[in-house]
């Protein structure tokens, strides 16, 4: 950051101009000066005029002006010249520290956005950190959960073999994950705190790893040698640690996952459903009614997919394609319910009240980690995945019945088949996640989810009107935060359109085309605006629209 300026360069080149002008308007003779009072520029005979006042920077001298008092007011320019130069050099200064931070961003996500290795993840952040700061060891200690103890995930230096064990509370970086607080230490041989192994440390930064309001870890940066330290160094390791705490969560939750995935995941979530304590205590005939939403997806465009492998890559493509897809489901304690090709259907129960929360949250979530699975594929030269996804909240029967002696999971309402139609209206409208309006009245994350009312439509055979949302918060970043900004005027344009003002609604969805072309929404309504323009709809139309095939 800036501190001062160049007051010589200020008088002689940048401000030459405005002095030379006002000189000559005060008509006196004049010299500037710098701090210890050295010529700059002007008339050496102004010494003898007995003035002398100060051209003042951030509470400190620069300069001085020289002269009669007629010249108090060019000392007082000058203070006001430097101290806007000085302003806009360490605008410029924070611009470079966030086009740094911004590289520094892209490249750790380059890196950790697509893994669910804690290893990698946790040696590309000591790779990005000791390019950056200069250090002779460093490493990323991560908090085991089930011991209490501080464990390795990767380091850079010499072998750790003999590192003593730390834990919560003892050590500096004890102190750390205690406090959630970065530490600069010049020397450690004068810290009461430190725990000397068998790797010699001098400096040392140690930066917590935080997510939420839990620290998970820490990163240490370490030099044999005294460093000076500051700032900048702690800010670079800082903006590492916050951006690849949610990809070393993630990992880790994968990894507990994989770990803990039941032989039998269908059955037993079942069991736990129907408040049964096991398999063993399943029978056939066993059910219970309860509120439950219900998610169905789908990936768009299958068959090209199909068509481009051999039998065996398809089956491969399958179980990585479900691997992506279901861990955000079980993180959100959600039952996988059914595997149908490349559909999955899966249960979120309402016993505590969270259920369509969890769901929609795993929507997103499954969403993001398809964009991760997309990226390994597509740096394979592979076919991105695209995927749409479909929510409803409602009563839904689930029970167990036998096939040759096989228990199997059963699930039966009205309720799932409204879901599996709100999949299918995904892919009509354009949209990643739909959900229908039982879903949107129960959740409490509406802000926080981004989400918009898409339509109002009727089932086929059924005297139902479902009313649709679009859950935007599921989109990629510059697609939600496009949504997210043109929503009022989207929200207008759908109300204008429902109170048969089209001229109106068609003129705002029409801009909203040229901000948003993606958005196919946008378009339905432009063309239907166009269309009831021309052979306006009866008069007990109510805007709703009616959809045979889906």
């Known amino acids: 950051m800036a501190s001062t300026i160049n007051f010589k360069r200020l008088v002689q080149v940048e401000a030459t101009n405005v002095i030379e002008d006002l000189v000559e308007a005060l008509k006196v ?6 701090s210890a009072k050295r010529t700059l520029w002007g008339d050496e005979k102004a010494r003898s005029l007995g003035g002398e006042f100060p051209v003042w920077l951030a509470g400190r001298i620069i300069g001085y002006v020289l002269g009669p008092p007629l010249v108090y007011s060019l000392a007082s320019l000058l203070s006001y010249l430097s101290q806007q130069e000085l302003d806009k050099r360490e605008a410029t200064d924070k611009i470079l520290d966030k086009e740094s931070e911004l590289s520094l961003i892209r490249d750790i996500n380059s890196r950790v956005a697509a893994s669910l290795d804690v290893a990698e993840i946790a040696m590309a952040l000591v790779d990005e950190a000791t390019s950056f700061v200069e250090s002779t060891g460093a490493s990323v200690m991560l908090l085991n959960e089930e011991t209490g103890r501080l464990e390795i995930a990767a380091a ?29 230490v010049m020397d450690v041989t004068l810290d009461p705190r430190f725990v000397p192994g068998a790797y010699p440390v001098c400096s040392l930064i140690c930066v917590p790893i935080t997510t939420g309001e839990r620290v998970i870890g820490a990163i240490n940066i370490s030099n044999q040698r005294p460093a000076n330290y500051g700032e900048a160094e702690v800010k670079h390791v800082l903006a590492l640690a916050m951006h690849a705490a949610t990809a070393i969560e993630k990992a880790r939750q994968h990894e507990r996952v994989l770990n803990g995935k039941p032989k039998q995941p269908l059955i037993q979530g079942f069991a736990q459903l129907l408040d049964k304590p096991g398999n063993g205590d399943l029978a056939p005939g066993d059910s219970c009614k309860e509120n439950i939403s219900v998610l169905f997806c789908g990936i768009r465009s299958y068959a090209e997919h199909y068509s481009s492998m051999t039998p065996r890559e398809n089956f491969v493509f399958i179980n990585d394609y479900l691997e992506a897809i279901c861990l955000p489901i079980l993180r959100s304690k959600g039952i996988l319910g059914r595997f149908e090709g490349d559909g999955v259907m899966a249960l979120f129960p309402d016993q505590d009240g969270k259920g369509p929360d969890q769901a929609v949250m795993a929507a997103i979530e499954m ?12 740096k394979a030269s592979k076919m991105p995945v695209e995927m749409g996804i479909g929510l409803h909240t409602g009563l839904v029967s689930v029970g167990v019945i036998e096939l040759q002696e096989d228990l199997k999971s059963t699930v039966l309402g009205d309720s799932v088949g409204i879901a599996a139609r709100m999949e299918r209206l995904s892919k009509l409208y354009g949209l990643r996640v739909a959900i229908s309006g039982n879903t949107y009245d129960a959740l409490s994350m509406k802000p926080l989810a981004g989400i918009r009312e898409a339509d109002m439509v009727t089932i086929p055979g059924k005297e139902i009107t479902l009313t649709l949302y679009d859950v935007y918060g599921a989109d990629p970043d510059g697609i939600r935060e496009a949504k997210q900004k043109h929503q009022a005027a989207f929200n207008e344009a759908l109300g204008l359109f429902r109170h048969r003002e089209w001229g109106k609604a068609g003129r705002i969805f029409s801009r909203l085309c040229e901000f948003m072309p993606f958005d196919r929404l946008s378009m339905i309504y432009w063309k239907r605006c166009q269309a009831f323009k021309k052979s306006p709809p009866g008069e007990s139309w109510v805007g709703v629209s009616r959809i045979s095939a889906f």
């Open 29 to 34: 003779s004049v010299l500037l000066a710098d």
């Open 156 to 184: 850079f230096g010499r072998k750790f073999d003999d590192r003593p064990v730390l834990r919560p509370g003892v050590g500096i970086v004890g102190d750390v994950l205690l406090t959630g607080v970065p530490e600069v």
């Open 367 to 378: 969403h993001r980690d398809l964009r991760d699975f997309s990226e390994r594929r597509r």
